[in-house]
């Protein structure tokens, strides 16, 4: 058998974190960035962790 190849935008989208989490950037980070107020432009400075149901489809595709 063929191995799985990786799909190439959930690696450049996803890294997997030492406990095994996977890290994900937030959105609404890319332009107008005016509108929103402080507190929430240094929310999305901070990496998220995915929920726990879409880890196991995340990790198949970064494999």
Known sequence: MPKMKSVKGAT????????????????FRSHILT????GTR???????????????NIKAMIN
Do not use: H, L, M, T
């Open 12 to 27: 450049k989208r996803f890294k997997v974190k030492k406990n095994g989490q996977i890290k994900r950037g937030k959105a």
């Open 35 to 38: 509108k929103q107020d402080a």
């Open 42 to 56: 240094r929310d999305q400075n901070q990496p998220a962790v995915i929920s726990a149901a879409d880890e196991k």
